[in-house]
């Protein structure tokens, strides 16, 4: 594809072509994953047709979020809901990363967000030969149809755990002339089995710079994970949970600010006749 032609698929977009922010598939947006481990990207929700709806307690702060969903960036010309990608780190029937990533989920629908979590589930570790699986395929689509992802990690030996850093060796640095990231915001969140640290946020944060991806300024550390969700795997009530709510209030903001430019504008050294 010429920069040209680049450039007109993509105007008013965002960071998608028409053809890309179009993607979808069958069983996408269900509670429950296909056959072969695709979709299900609303496993979040306790009712399919109610967004930002979880187990247990309602607790979402919804009248404090009205003020995240009605913003505006002046001048704004995009009047889609942001689309926004979750991925999180760890395969375990009780993760907590997976937990905090829904109610990220959440928290970003109650603002107006169209989100996707991804289910690393069934994805192969990475192998060049194995591009034409369904898991990848799905991966990389999700990643071009969105504007902003939402990262969530646990910390494991200091650093984030392989099933997330598969998911990033999976989404190329370029495909064509195309970079599959660049330009989308990104969010980073961590869980602790013990004490706070932000060796995972800092490890993601340095994924999504090689990634072209600009960073929301605040992030989250969890610290003792197992002590901060109930039962049905909500969070409790705290200054974890706060941050959580301000980390994603800031991340829609920024997202709708940076979502204007497409996303090769920041890299654009064309010079044009003065």
């Given at each position: 594809?010429?920069?040209?032609?680049?450039?007109?698929?993509?105007?008013?977009?965002?960071?998608?072509?028409?053809?890309?922010?179009?993607?979808?598939?069958?069983?996408?947006y269900?509670?429950e994953?296909?056959?072969?481990?695709?979709?299900?990207?609303?496993?979040?929700?306790?009712?399919?047709?109610?967004?930002?709806?979880?187990?247990?307690?309602?607790?979402?702060?919804?009248?404090?979020?009205?003020a995240?969903r009605?913003?505006?960036?002046?001048?704004?010309k995009?009047a889609?809901?942001p689309?926004?990608?979750?991925?999180?780190?760890s395969?375990?029937?009780?993760?907590?990363?997976?937990?905090?990533?829904?109610?990220?989920?959440?928290?970003?629908?109650?603002?107006?967000?169209?989100?996707?979590?991804?289910?690393?589930?069934?994805?192969?570790?990475?192998?060049?030969?194995?591009?034409?699986?369904p898991?990848?395929?799905?991966?990389?689509?999700?990643?071009?149809?969105?504007?902003?992802?939402?990262?969530?990690s646990?910390e494991?030996?200091?650093?984030?755990?392989?099933?997330?850093?598969?998911?990033?060796?999976?989404?190329?640095?370029?495909?064509?002339?195309?970079?599959?990231?660049?330009?989308?915001?990104?969010?980073?969140?961590?869980?602790?089995?013990?004490?706070?640290?932000?060796?995972?946020?800092?490890?993601?944060?340095?994924?999504?710079?090689?990634?072209r991806?600009?960073?929301?300024?605040?992030?989250?550390?969890?610290a003792?994970?197992?002590?901060?969700?109930?039962?049905?795997?909500?969070?409790?009530?705290?200054?974890?949970?706060e941050?959580?709510?301000?980390?994603?209030?800031?991340?829609?903001?920024?997202?709708?600010?940076?979502?204007?430019?497409?996303?090769?504008?920041?890299?654009?050294?064309?010079?044009?006749?003065?």
């Amino acid at each position: 594809m010429s920069a040209t032609a680049a450039v007109s698929t993509r105007a008013g977009l965002g960071c998608a072509s028409a053809e890309e922010a179009a993607y979808t598939l069958d069983g996408g947006y269900a509670l429950e994953p296909n056959a072969d481990g695709t979709g299900g990207w609303l496993a979040h929700r306790a009712s399919l047709d109610l967004p930002s709806s979880g187990a247990g307690d309602d607790w979402l702060p919804r009248d404090m979020l009205e003020a995240a969903r009605d913003f505006r960036p002046a001048g704004a010309k995009l009047a889609h809901a942001p689309r926004v990608l979750v991925l999180y780190g760890s395969l375990r029937e009780s993760s907590f990363s997976r937990r905090l990533a829904h109610e990220c989920a959440r928290l970003l629908e109650a603002m107006g967000a169209d989100v996707r979590v991804f289910s690393p589930q069934g994805l192969p570790v990475r192998d060049p030969s194995l591009e034409d699986h369904p898991k990848v395929k799905e991966l990389r689509a999700l990643s071009l149809w969105s504007e902003a992802h939402v990262w969530v990690s646990p910390e494991m030996h200091g650093t984030i755990t392989g099933v997330f850093k598969n998911q990033i060796d999976w989404l190329p640095l370029n495909t064509g002339s195309v970079r599959p990231t660049q330009g989308r915001t990104a969010a980073v969140l961590q869980v602790n089995g013990g004490s706070q640290s932000f060796n995972a946020v800092n490890e993601l944060r340095r994924l999504a710079r090689w990634m072209r991806m600009p960073c929301t300024t605040n992030q989250s550390s969890v610290a003792k994970a197992w002590q901060e969700f109930d039962e049905a795997g909500r969070m409790k009530p705290g200054p974890f949970r706060e941050r959580v709510v301000d980390v994603m209030e800031e991340h829609i903001k920024f997202t709708r600010l940076m979502r204007e430019r497409r996303a090769d504008f920041p890299v654009d050294r064309e010079m044009t006749a003065r």
